[in-house]
């Protein structure tokens, strides 16, 4: 069965257009499903180009120890996860189709093109974004896209970023956590936050694993490196480093977006406040921000349910951070489409704030047309 489907794919892929894919492989079209409550916009959807695999055979061929090479050799021993990564023709579509995903936002994959050096990483990043462009245009009622910049030169980044949004016409930006070690609190990135709220780009800041000497901490044996911890301590800490850095002091505009229910920062308000407070009152600290560290996260944070779903921290981010500020995402192919869309369309939250969070906030967010 399985076989018989992937053959006639191949083999009728001449004929396939985004309107008659959902024919053509037997899939319902999600218009018609039953029970289709919502448009689904999922806005954490990975892709790969080429040739950043390419880039990614080259590191994991060396002796490199870094925790990303590392997972970049298991990513290219896994069929699934490259054929899913580098495909907008067939089974990304059928498995929207499928379950009902109106589009996905796409963005290149971790950690895009931050282990390279600055002019392969520039380079690879107007690569990416070109075809993505490319992409979109073919289909431009399933995709929209996350432009991709090299931090490691911020000036041309901001080149990219301005290129990606007025002559591309992608709907926001996405950076893999830190370069180097590097994060962007630091004044020498402010380059890209200037580009970015000149052109009212928001940035995802996706995880990454933390550079080698910290990540070690959390591979000693115990594999709490990757998504089931370092991802979250990484990019949340990332998002903290900008609150306390004063990066929204000086630009109130950004907006700024984390997967993962907020990468446990709206967990953790309350000690946040609380801490900020006693630690500033006490002298600690280089840098005074005008509001509470929570006001930052409400006002300049948008977060997406990617990789969590679970109703009690869906219902909770509601509860602290409002329907205005959550958005449904999936992280297609490295979680499962199916369980995500069960989640988001039986979640017990008002239908007028699920009609925010599964689209409209995207739509806004992210310059994308209503349907
Ligand atoms: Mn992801």
């Known amino acids: 069965m399985k076989v018989n489907r992937r053959k006639f794919l191949e083999s009728s892929s001449m004929l396939l257009s985004a309107g008659a894919l959902g024919a053509a492989t037997g899939y319902a079209a999600p218009a018609q499903k039953p029970g289709k409550k919502y448009r689904l916009i999922a806005t954490e ?31 290219l021993a896994n069929e699934t996860i490259l054929r899913r990564l580098l495909d907008f ?19 290149l ?10 002019d392969a990483g520039t ?14 245009k073919k289909h431009p009622t399933r995709y929209t896209g996350l432009a991709s910049f ?11 970023i301005e290129r990606a949004i007025n002559t591309l016409k992608l709907n926001g930006l996405i950076v893999n956590s830190h370069t180097n070690g590097e994060y962007l609190d630091d004044p020498k990135f402010w380059p890209i936050f200037e580009a970015a709220t000149a052109l009212n780009a928001a940035i995802y800041i996706h995880p990454r694993n933390l550079p080698a000497h910290a990540d070690d901490i959390l591979d000693a044996g115990i594999n709490l490196d990757g998504a089931i911890w370092g991802f979250q301590m990484e990019t949340g800490l990332h998002a903290m480093r ?14 700024i977006v984390l997967g993962h229910m907020g990468e446990a920062v709206p967990f953790w308000l309350y000690r946040i406040d609380y801490m900020y407070n006693v ?42 951070l409002g329907a205005d500020n959550i958005m449904f995402a999936i992280d297609y192919p490295y979680q499962e489409t199916e369980g995500s ?8 939250l008002p239908e007028a704030d699920l009609e925010k969070i599964t689209h409209g906030n995207a739509e806004k967010l992210f310059h994308i047309p209503p349907a």
């Open 123 to 136: 380079a690879l990043a107007a690569s990416a974004n070109d075809l993505l462009a490319e992409t979109v």
């Open 109 to 118: 994959t971790a950690p895009g093109v931050q282990l390279l050096d600055a």
């Open 242 to 255: 900008l609150i306390v850095g004063g990066v929204f002091d000086q630009f109130p505009k950004l907006k």
């Open 150 to 160: 090299a931090p490691q030169d911020p000036k041309r980044a901001a080149k990219e």
């Open 279 to 320: 630690y500033t009152s006490g002298g600690r600290g280089r840098i005074r921000i005008k509001r509470k560290p929570s006001e930052y996260v409400k006002d300049n944070f948008m977060i997406t349910t990617s990789g969590v779903n679970f109703h009690p921290t869906l219902e909770y981010c509601h509860k602290v």
């Open 89 to 107: 023709e067939k089974e990304r579509l059928g498995i929207m189709d499928q379950f009902g995903v109106d589009m996905h936002l796409l963005s």
């Open 45 to 75: 959807e990975a892709f790969a180009s080429p040739e950043q695999v390419e880039s990614f055979r080259r590191g994991a061929a060396t002796q490199w120890h870094d925790p990303d090479v590392n997972m970049w050799r298991s990513f």
């Open 341 to 348: 869309v069960a989640f988001i369309n039986s979640a017990p």
